[in-house]
């Protein structure tokens, strides 16, 4: 059975970094079967798909064009475990942020998720 | 910003059925696997369905999924007030090389 569970700060200052981490239980984020993903979810935006980090013999990482100059996706095998950066933080950024996994077997879908951190973005 | 929309709201009596749509494109749900997502307030999102008609081990066949063209639909019958959430459709669009949400749909038991 898969658990993800996040953790980070619930409080980030606009222009600083906002920092998240997903720990996997029953799986391995090097599995090269699945991929490894943080989207977020706010009024203004509805769900909002992030990025993703995946190993198919080497780590590939993907990104939204919304956020691609500010996001980096790293995965920490010694801990198991991915995590989330987004630079330069505003309000806009404020949300409730998710890590899941995929299974793109052959459509791409979410099949397990994290219990979510609602990230605030205020001085 | 959802390139996939869905009705805001659905509702019905308990027992009976509803169905929600997807609409989207030729660079997202014309040429690729639809899944469903119910959002209980306060939690993740859970997944419905996936590869349009499929259903994850433990979902009732009171869900069901459908695609044809560029539109997606899900269907709940013998409505339960437990089934009162929000619904988001999904699927990868290759123009974005992303994943995209539909807007959402509430679904209220009358």
């Known amino acids: 059975h898969v658990q993800l569970q996040q953790s980070g700060p619930g409080l980030v200052k606009p222009s600083q970094t906002l920092s998240l981490t997903c720990a996997i239980s029953?799986?391995?984020?090097?599995?090269?079967?699945?991929?490894w993903n943080w989207i977020r979810q706010s009024p203004s935006r509805g769900l909002e798909w992030l990025g993703r980090?995946?190993?198919?013999?080497?780590?590939?990482?993907d990104y939204a064009v919304s956020v691609k100059s500010r996001i980096t996706i790293n995965s920490d095998t010694s801990k198991n475990q991915f995590s989330l950066q987004v630079n330069s933080v505003t309000s806009e950024d404020t949300a409730v942020y998710y890590c899941?996994?995929?299974?793109?077997?052959?459509?791409?879908?979410?099949?397990?998720w994290g219990q979510g951190t609602l990230v605030t973005v205020s001085s | 910003q959802s390139v996939l929309t869905q009705p805001p709201s659905v509702s019905a009596a308990p027992g009976q059925k509803v169905t929600i749509s997807c609409s989207g494109s030729?660079?997202?749900?014309?040429?690729?696997?639809v899944s469903w997502y119910q959002q209980l307030p306060g939690t993740a999102p859970k997944l419905l369905i996936y590869?349009?008609?499929k259903r994850p081990s433990g979902i009732p066949d009171r869900f069901s999924g459908s695609k044809s063209g560029t539109s997606a639909t899900l269907g709940i019958t013998g409505l339960q007030t437990g089934d009162e959430a929000d619904y988001y459709c999904?699927?990868?669009?290759?123009?974005?090389?992303?994943?995209?949400f539909g807007t959402g749909t509430k679904v209220t038991v009358l």
């Open positions: 590869d349009n008609n």
């Open positions: 999904g699927t990868w669009d290759n123009s974005l090389s992303a994943y995209v």
């Open positions: 030729s660079s997202n749900i014309g040429n690729n696997y």
């Open positions: 980090t995946y190993y198919r013999s080497k780590w590939y990482n």
């Open positions: 899941a996994r995929a299974t793109p077997v052959a459509g791409y879908y979410f099949d397990y």
């Open positions: 029953g799986d391995s984020v090097s599995s090269n079967s699945v991929a």
